[in-house]
Each structure stands twice: as C-alpha cells, then as structure tokens.
C-alpha cells in the first residue's frame, strides 16, 4: 500500500500553532501515513519540544532548507555555512528518528556548480540526506538551477551513495524545459531507483512547479503513482500554496488520490 505523507514547516510551531494541532489530530487518526517537516534553520532550540511532544513516535522524513534559506551547496565558498544550516535537519531527524533528509543540489547551471554540489553533499557525510531532483529555473530566486537531468542525480547517486527523492512536478517541468518527452525522462528517473517522491498538480506544459492541489491541474496523476511509484511508497503531498488554516485541503488530496488510483 502506498503511503501519503503531509507536509509542515517549523515555522508553524511557532506561528501556525492551530494548523499544527490540527495536523497532529489527523496523522494520529490515521488520515495520513506520515510526515515531512521542512526544517528551516535555527529552528531546532525554539519548537523541538513541540515537534517531539506531537509527533513523537510518529513515522517522519525531514526536509532540508534550500536556497531560499540562503542554503547554496554550489558555492564553494559557503561550505561552512552551509554545514551549519542543515545542522537543525539533523538535530531533528535525530530527535524523530528520520532515516530521510531531503536535500537540494545548489544554485545556478553549470558543470563547475554541480561538481561542487556533489562535493559538498558528500563532505556532509550524513547517509540519510537525500538528493531531489530540480526545475530547470527558480521563479522566486530567478535563478537557473542543476541536478535536472535523471543523469545529474545519477552522478549524486554513484558519487556519493545517496538515496534519491523523485519529484514529479520538477521532473516534469525539467522534461519541458530539455524538450523531452515527460514520460521518456520519468522512465530514466525511475530507473534511478527512488527511495521516496514528491506530488503535486499542475500544468503538464509548464516550466514552473505550481504545487497545485490534486484535481487543479492536468497531471496524470493516476499513471504518475502507478507506473512510477513503488507499492509501498513514501509520496510527500506537496500541494497548496499560502499560510494553511485549516488541514481540510490536505485530507481532501488524500482522499482524492487514494480514489484516483484505486
């Protein structure tokens, strides 16, 4: 059976503390299967007692910070900085018993960026992160991006021994933005054995991942779980936009998807 996880941020423990419990209730009602925290930096000492008092003992994947956190693991000269702001993904996936911590390969396009992405990846030294693959392009930090290609992560993935977190929307917009058949570039990112996904809606034509919720856009998202996902896989719902009020959408995606590919 496959395994539908929700997604939360440690901002929410702080700001978003109604939402928070409302996501607590569901998972431990069993309305979803696991889930992801995003784990901004300099987080861990403020919430890790919330997280641990709710999601203790809770099946959890941890979810890195990435550029917009000011995280560029391309830039040879922020090795150390980078090393201290995925210190709280860490801590947390210590604390939750994670044995996934997704992380981004860096900024801008280039050999010379991703060989120093794959360098500090592997200087890391830490077997749960996990690579996930990317856009072509940022719209937030306007900047082009590696590890696209099913052939950049494979280079991860033999360099480094690392696990590999297929995300559907970014391969599809990758697809698009290399003129490949989307399904052609699924195929070889599936190949690549990955340990867990990402899903969202969106535009199939696109180049932008637009994190829609399930019946927003024109993704296939049967054929996309079914031919492309393990039977028992970890799926991170990615969907939504904004400050979330509310659990209701997220229990709406399930309950959608469950029944799309049922």
Not at 69 to 77: A, M, P, R, T, V
Not at 89 to 114: K, T
Not at 220 to 248: C, F, W
């Amino acid at each position: 059976m496959r395994n539908f996880g929700l997604k939360l941020w440690t901002k929410d423990f702080v700001k978003n503390i109604e939402f928070v419990n409302d996501a607590e209730r569901a998972i431990k009602e069993g309305k979803f299967d696991y889930l992801e925290l995003f784990a901004l930096p300099l987080s861990y000492d403020e919430t890790y007692e919330s997280v641990l008092s709710k999601f203790g003992g809770v099946k959890v994947i941890i979810h890195a910070p990435h550029g917009l956190q000011g995280l560029d693991i391309s830039d040879k000269n922020e090795f150390e900085n980078n090393k201290k702001r995925i210190e709280d993904a860490q801590r947390f996936a210590d604390l939750l018993e994670a044995s996934f911590i997704v992380l981004h390969p860096g900024m801008n396009a280039g050999e010379e960026f991703l060989e120093e992405s794959i360098r500090q990846f592997g200087l890391f030294n830490d077997k749960r992160l996990t690579v996930e693959n990317l856009p072509s392009y940022c719209s937030q930090t306007k900047r082009l991006l590696h590890g696209i290609k099913p052939s950049e992560i494979k280079r991860f993935i033999d360099e480094v021994g690392c696990p590999f977190c297929l995300d559907f929307s970014h391969a599809i917009c990758g697809a698009n933005s290399c003129n490949i058949d989307i399904y052609e570039f699924l195929d070889e990112m599936k190949a690549l054995n990955p340990s867990m996904y990402h899903l969202c809606d969106g535009d199939v034509n696109s180049l932008n991942d637009s994190h829609l919720h399930f019946g927003e856009g024109d993704y296939d998202l049967r054929r996309l779980v079914l031919e492309y996902t393990k039977e028992n896989a970890l799926i991170t719902m990615e969907t939504g936009h904004g400050i979330p009020n509310s659990v209701q959408p997220w229990i709406s995606d399930i309950n959608y998807i469950r029944n799309v590919i049922s």
